[in-house]
């Protein structure tokens, strides 16, 4: 690290030899600072290390062989301890990439590493503070590329009012990425989330969760599960590229639950969309849904599937499959088209071009090109229309203008042969 423009400021307000202890028998003590005011920077302590050493060695007496032998056998650190500094890193330019404040900050000279306890400052991004931090200590390398925090992390982001929880941050400016992890905890109006680690990309206002991420929205009321879940922040958008489980709440039970590999949640307009074995579990009436890709609308509680669907009424035995669909949640009616397969228990069937099903009047009403097939009596019915309930066999076919229903009886040896 390099001080703006070259300097740097050593303010002593008391001095007194007592406190930092030299392992070596040469000294019995160097120096300590109190009510020190360092606003400095770290690749200037090793001179003033060395210097304090020159300036400030007592009792020095002659080593003995052994003495010498143990000390060259043995590590020495030799620590300055100061009180009341204010750490600072700036970029090429002069601009500041950091300010951490504390009440005491100690140097290192072998690992050429600087400490400060329960430090607080700033993040700079551009010059323009990013994020204000506070945590238990701070660790600061000698190359000034980064800056690390331990124990009890609080990180705002004042400009959104994003605060990051934890037991670890790592602050890399030259990568505009800040790294919290280690019980992660995420708040804002918007969202909120537990994981293992959160990255922060600072500049593309983009934030990735991995590890056990649970995210919970207040609107819609929802909550997502995965292990790795992308937050667009500026795009209020959540993009899930791994499995993924959202459930729907309302008045804090769940509604709707829904899967797949891949996911994208929009939370302006409260949109939700399921990729890749997408699947959609409905409490009421029990009804479960399955494309490719569904597009999940919670504000109008609408789905909506243009890709082959599949949607199964567990308490009526029946599964449709058709081309596309969607279903009105509320009024619990579903509109398929294209290839419409109506399947019941009893493997009875019922073929069509478009399928109306309202699921709470248990109401089947088909147009186009339609063949109603059943077991038991076989029957083949072929007609334009066809209305009734598919469970019970109780279906009505009818033809269009001109045209007349065909009914087919198909004797029993014969359904035997085929």
Not at 91 to 112: C, I, M, N
Not at 165 to 189: A, S, Y
Not at 218 to 231: C, G, K, S, V
Request: net charge positive; proline share 4%.
């Amino acid at each position: 690290m390099n001080y703006q423009k070259g300097r740097k400021k050593l303010r002593e307000n008391e001095t007194k030899p007592s406190g930092i202890k030299q392992s070596s028998p040469q000294f019995c003590s160097l120096l300590s600072f109190n009510s020190l005011k360092l606003k400095a920077n770290w690749y200037y302590l090793p001179l003033i290390f060395l210097l304090i050493i020159g300036l400030v060695a007592c009792g020095r007496s002659t080593p003995t062989a052994s003495q010498s032998n143990d000390a060259d056998s043995s590590s020495q650190e030799s620590n300055l301890t100061f009180f009341d500094v204010t750490l600072e890193q700036a970029d090429e330019v002069g601009r500041p990439l950091w300010r951490v404040q504390s009440k005491k900050a100690t140097y290192t000279q072998e690992k050429q590493i600087g400490k400060a306890e329960n430090p607080y400052g700033e993040l700079y991004q551009d010059g323009k503070a990013i994020y204000q931090i506070k945590a238990s200590q701070a660790e600061i390398k000698q190359d000034g590329k980064q800056l690390f925090l331990q124990g009890n992390i609080v990180a705002t982001d004042p400009s959104n009012g994003i605060i990051l929880r934890g037991n670890e941050l790592e602050w890399r400016p030259e990568e505009d990425l800040l790294i919290v992890r280690n019980q992660l905890k995420g708040t804002h109006k918007q969202l909120q989330a537990v994981a293992q680690e959160a990255r922060v990309k600072t500049r593309e206002q983009r934030m990735e969760f991995s590890g056990g991420v649970v995210a919970t929205s207040a609107d819609p009321q929802m909550q997502l599960r995965t292990e790795h879940l992308i937050w667009q922040i500026q795009e209020e958008k959540l993009i899930g590229d791994r499995p993924i489980q959202i459930d729907r709440y309302n008045n804090n039970q769940i509604t709707d639950r829904g899967r797949g590999d891949a996911a994208e949640v929009n939370l302006k307009t409260k949109i939700a969309t399921i990729k890749k074995n997408g699947q959609l579990d409905i409490a009421d009436p029990p009804t479960q849904i399955t494309s490719d890709v569904m597009t999940w609308d919670m504000n109008a509680e609408k789905v909506t599937a243009n890709s082959p669907v599949r949607i199964v009424q567990s308490a009526e035995n029946v599964t449709v499959t058709a081309n596309q669909g969607e279903m009105k949640i509320p009024q619990k009616i579903v509109n398929v088209t294209g290839n419409v397969n109506a399947i019941g228990q009893r493997q009875q069937t019922l073929r069509s071009n478009r399928l109306t099903w309202y699921l709470d009047k248990k109401l089947l009403e088909a147009q186009g090109n339609i063949v109603y097939r059943q077991i038991d009596p076989p029957l083949n019915f072929t007609g334009d229309t066809a209305v009734g309930n598919l469970e019970t066999e109780n279906i009505v076919v009818r033809g269009g203008t001109g045209n007349r229903v065909v009914t087919e009886i198909i004797p029993q040896n014969a359904l035997i042969r085929n």
